[in-house]
Nanobody, 126 residues
Framework: QVQLVESGGGLVQAGGSLRLSCAAS????????MGWFRQAPGKEREFVAA????????YYADSVKGRFTISRDNAKNTVYLQMNSLKPEDTAVYYC???????????????????WGQGTQVTVSS
């Protein structure tokens, strides 16, 4: 069992930056692919970014490519999402998730992820 706790959300003006963190419990964190998803009011949960167990492979949604960076520190059991050049359309609850299945390709489907955090609100004002 893995428990995930997100932090770092808040209110920021358009063009600003935020860094989200996701702290994980459990000794097997370093073997999981970790992902970030987001859900805006009235919309479905969507993929944002993911990183494989070693940090050597990352994948981003087109909407955030070039603005967001996912990284991880396995020694600290933590995954990060650095968000720059934020836009009002980035406003959502951001969720951290863990995929315990070893896959050839990183999954962008929320159903592939086994463990989820409670979410952290990110609000970008125009």
């Amino acid at each position: 069992q893995v428990q995930l706790v997100e932090s770092g959300g808040g209110l920021v003006q358009a063009g600003g930056s935020l860094r989200l963190s996701c702290a994980a419990s459990g000794r097997t964190f370093s073997s999981y692919t970790m992902g970030w998803f987001r859900q805006a009011p009235g919309k479905e949960r969507e993929f944002v970014a993911a990183i494989n167990w070693s940090g050597g492979r990352t994948y981003y949604a087109d909407s955030v490519k070039g603005r967001f960076t996912i990284s991880r520190d396995n020694a600290k059991n933590t995954v990060y999402l650095q968000m720059n050049s934020l836009k009002p359309e980035d406003t959502a609850v951001y969720y951290c998730a863990a995929d315990e299945t070893t896959r050839t390709l990183i999954s962008t489907l929320w159903g592939a992820y086994d463990y989820w955090g409670q979410g952290t609100q990110v609000t970008v004002s125009s």
